[in-house]
């Protein structure tokens, strides 16, 4: 039978009547409850690796706003962590990495098999989530695509314009396609284990899509991407799959038109009507409002909300933002945001 929730409709190609809405990073610090439980783990890394209190920090916004879908809380930098690097999450700095940045280190990474002794955790979280989560709240995982996680490992931090990344890809191509290889066979293994233990629709973030050099945009994040749907949809042909190519710019249509997902997801600098003439005929759109609309409130956010509302009503749909939701944000201005797309 066809899977009638509001989320796997749009997914599946249906113009709904409203679109299904879920805000990336909706479990955050701009939720009073989060940052107790955040307190509660003691770390970031803690969190993510205690299910108890993953799978409730992801529940938290499902309960307050009643959003059509639910995310896993984890991390894109665990895959990393899993691989061997050394991760940390300094307060006020972000993810500090060990690095890969020549053969050498690339021969000690661990084999993309040895990946689960690790995330663990991880696959329980999701196991806790399908059992706790109303009938009605499809679940997403997620992973990092292969070169946002690389930028990572390579330069142990992030960086404005990913140059560690783009120096390697240069001055030593055979070293930074192996570890792209690595990490594409990393994270098919831990997205297959996330849709076993339950995980029913993934979602992959290229979040640094648009630092890629033209020539190497197709290689580098449609290939990938084109893998790892691949290897999921030979085990489980119905899986829906969002892509997130950010800051990709021209490069969203060939995405959408080569990456085998069935959703992409657009930034804030993509043109609604852009994205609704060229993109979603294709596939369904996922976007794209300013999270700094969610901080303004108001009329601002309000009429942006509708007016993205009314670019893509021709289509199939999903109303979130272009980027995720601010530690600034109000969770009143969610409120506002859900009325306003909801009526």
Sequence with gaps: MADNRLLMRALRGETTPVPPVW???????????????????????????????????????????????????ADILLV???????????????????????????????PASAIHETLGPVYETVRLLR????????????????????TYMIAGHGTPDQAPARTL??????????????????????????????????????????????????????????????????????????????????????????AGVQAIAIDTSVDPAWAAATLQPRLCVQGNLDPLLMVLGGYPLTEGARRIVEAFAGGPHIFNLGHGITPDASPANVETLLRAIRG
């Design 23 to 73: 805000l990336m990073r909706q479990a955050g610090r701009y939720l009073p409850e989060y940052r107790a439980t955040r307190a509660k783990a003691g770390s970031f890394l803690d969190l993510c690796y205690n299910p108890e209190l993953a799978t409730e920090v992801t529940l938290q916004p499902i309960r307050r706003f009643g959003f059509d879908a639910a995310i896993l809380f």
């Design 169 to 258: 890809l240069y001055r030593d191509p055979e070293t930074f396609d192996a570890l792209i290889d690595r990490i594409t066979d990393a994270t098919i293994a831990y997205l297959l284990a996330q849709v076993a233990a339950g995980a029913e629709v993934i979602k992959l973030f290229d979040s640094w899509a648009g630092a890629l050099p033209g020539p190497h945009f197709h290689r580098y994040a449609i290939e990938p991407a084109m893998r790892i749907a691949s290897a999921l949809r030979a085990e489980h042909p119905d899986l829906p799959i969002i892509g997130f190519p950010r800051g990709a710019g021209a490069g969203y249509a060939a995405f959408a038109a080569h």
């Design 80 to 110: 990393p962590q899993a691989l061997g690097l050394e991760l940390r999450f300094a307060e006020g700095e972000g993810p500090r990495l060990s690095t890969v940045t020549s053969a050498a280190d690339f021969a000690r990474l661990k």
């Design 131 to 150: 059992a706790e989560l109303p009938a009605e709240v499809p679940l997403i995982g997620f992973a990092g695509a292969p070169w946002t996680v690389a």
